[in-house]
């Protein structure tokens, strides 16, 4: 079994930044895939980054240029820097992981076996 914990949301205004942080506990040994996505109210989960073990990463079109994606494999540990963020970017954002993945794809990770309780950002205009 595998726990994740985020960390990192908050509010602020348009054009700031925030980073996002996820740990796994458990067995987390071949969590390959992890991700993140969001969820605002009335709205479908949207993948909005992942990364495989090895480094490669998938962004969803809005954030590309915006969001970074990274792990530190050792510290079992996924962050998601959010620069020039912008009001549409509110939502409950949710950490990801899998073991396995038919290709590493933006869109899966909405999919993925484990995910976390969700930290909220608020971007205010």
């Known amino acids: 079994q595998v726990q994740l914990v985020e960390s990192g949301g908050g509010s602020v205004q348009a054009g700031g930044s925030l980073r996002l942080s996820c740990t796994a506990y458990g067995y987390t040994y071949g969590l390959d895939y992890m991700g993140w996505f969001r969820q605002a109210p009335g709205k479908e989960r949207e993948g909005v980054a992942a990364?495989?073990?090895?480094?490669?990463?998938s962004y969803v079109d809005s954030v590309k240029g915006r969001f970074t994606i990274s792990r530190d494999n050792a510290k079992n540990t996924l962050y998601l820097q959010m620069n020039g963020l912008k009001p549409e970017d509110s939502a409950m954002y949710y950490c990801?992981?899998?073991?396995?993945?038919?290709?590493?794809?933006?869109?899966?990770?909405?999919?993925?076996?484990?995910r976390g309780q969700g930290t909220q950002v608020n971007v205010s205009s």
């Open positions: 990801a992981a899998d073991y396995l993945s038919a290709r590493l794809w933006v869109g899966f990770v909405p999919l993925y076996k484990y």
């Open positions: 990364i495989e073990r090895d480094g490669r990463v």
